[in-house]
């Protein structure tokens, strides 16, 4: 499937455009994750840190591992999941809290001081 916009070498799965993930984009991790190639390396997929959470915003995620889902709430960075994991692929010792973040084109109308709620309403 190619996406609106996109060229047509730029392609997504079913699975991948349902869960909005495009462009190969990784899972979001908890705060405090290693980087991705050291995650799933040390992650044992033993949920504590899923039962942890009480915003109950850490999923299993496609290969077992915890990804962040904010369709219900958002991480007010209690740091439960933090203490709860065992194999430090969430760290305390990491001072990066998310492994991505956000930015906006040029064309964003709040950017240009036009009040908007499209990303709010997405």
């Known amino acids: 499937m190619t996406l609106p916009g996109e ?20 899972a979001i991790r908890p705060p405090w994750s290693v980087a991705e190639s050291q995650f799933t390396d040390l992650c044992n997929r033993c949920d504590a840190c899923i039962s942890a959470c009480h915003a109950k ?9 915890p990804e962040l889902n904010f369709s219900r709430s958002g ?5 439960a999941c933090v203490q709860a994991c065992p194999t430090g ?4 010792e990491s001072d ?11 064309s964003c109308l709040a ?5 908007c ?5 997405v």
């Open 7 to 26: 060229s047509m070498k730029q392609s997504v799965n079913r699975m991948q455009f349902l869960r909005g993930r495009f462009n190969g984009q990784p």
């Open 57 to 65: 915003i850490i999923r299993r995620g496609d290969a077992g591992f």
């Open 75 to 79: 991480c007010d960075f209690c740091r």
């Open 89 to 92: 692929a969430i760290s305390k």
């Open 96 to 106: 990066q809290v998310w492994s991505v973040h956000a930015s906006f084109k040029s």
């Open 111 to 115: 950017e240009r001081g036009v009040i």
């Open 117 to 121: 709620r499209s990303c709010s309403d």
